[in-house]
């Protein structure tokens, strides 16, 4: 937090003293914005898998960028002993600022309204069938370089933390959620291996079965429309019937995999009482479960969980399992990927257990052994 404290400060505060508030004219660093643009896909990808923390470290790594640039281009002193790369540096560092907030905005919304305030700009967050706020910015503005003039007066909005609130942060947005088989950012093996070394994961619950059964609601709902998200190329906006009379909306990143048409009527298994999370500036409240596999030609493919036999609303019981217990309303994501659900010869299961809806077990139709996600 204080890495990207530093950079806002020191850069706004330099162009008020220095270019009298003027955001200075001059091209564009490509180099520097390559290196940008390869963590704000980065994060985009972590993002539409709803790996929040390691998206959020995104943020940083893009920060330390801009820190480096500035100490290193030294604008203290090039301002009067080069002019040019001065104001180069400065100008392409406000711009990577304004990435920066839109990035950081669904984690620090009010640090980061506050900075692009100065900046002359807002955000916009779209919601459904909503038309954007005019002029604000949003994730499609990731990577423009045009529009900012000026710097209003600013103020140091971060001051040093104590060691007591720094252990907080670190613990807060420390380490990486749980790995996901078709990880979106493309790591390999031996990075997977170096990670799962190197930072804390989620642990698995010791009893995996009993946990489910007290704190997992998995529910069938019916897909009753699929649309684009766009502000996501990724991700789809589902409205579901789940059996309470009041439409639901999740949304998934499968239009890599899935045409809405595979999508739309399908009795899926809904995780019923995660907590909602926003996505592209859309609430998403649940998720529904599905399997990779690799087809005939070896491609990656994906096949949601289905139950067609059954309601909207029907609850998805663990063999041997109470279906009398209740569960909590909401739980967080840790929560629910302290679980891990898999394919064992089509079956779906916990802990060798199978999932039952309606007395009937759960199959998958492609995936033959794996983890459902």
Known sequence: IGNLGNLVNRTLLFVNKYYEGKIPDAPVDEEMWKQIREHEKKMTDLLEWAELKDAFHEVFAISDIGNKAFQDGEPWKT???DPEAAAKLIHNLCYMIKDLMIMAHPYLPQFSET?????GKKISEPKLNEAAVEGGLNWSDLGNTE?????GETAIYFTPLDQKTADAFREKYAGSQKDRKASADGKNEKNVKKAKKD??????????????NEKIDLRVAVITKVENNPEGEKLYIETLDDGS??????????????KPEDLLGKHIILAANLAPRKMRGIESHGMLLAADYKNAEGRDCVEVLEAPWAKAGTPVILEGADPAVKKPEEISADEFFKVQVNVVSKSVQISGKKLLVDSKEINTS????????
Do not use: C, M, W
Not at 115 to 119: D, H, S, V
Not at 203 to 209: G, N, R, T, V, Y
Not at 245 to 258: A, C, H
């Open 79 to 81: 301002r009067t002993t």
């Open 245 to 258: 009379g009041t439409p639901r909306i999740i949304q998934s990143g499968l239009r890599d995999y899935l």
């Open 147 to 151: 529009g900012l003039s000026t710097v």
């Open 199 to 212: 930072v804390k994961k989620i642990e698995l619950a010791a009893d995996q079965a009993a946990f489910y």
């Open 366 to 373: 492609f995936t033959e052994n794996g983890e459902v996600h």
């Open 115 to 119: 900075i692009l305030g100065y900046l």
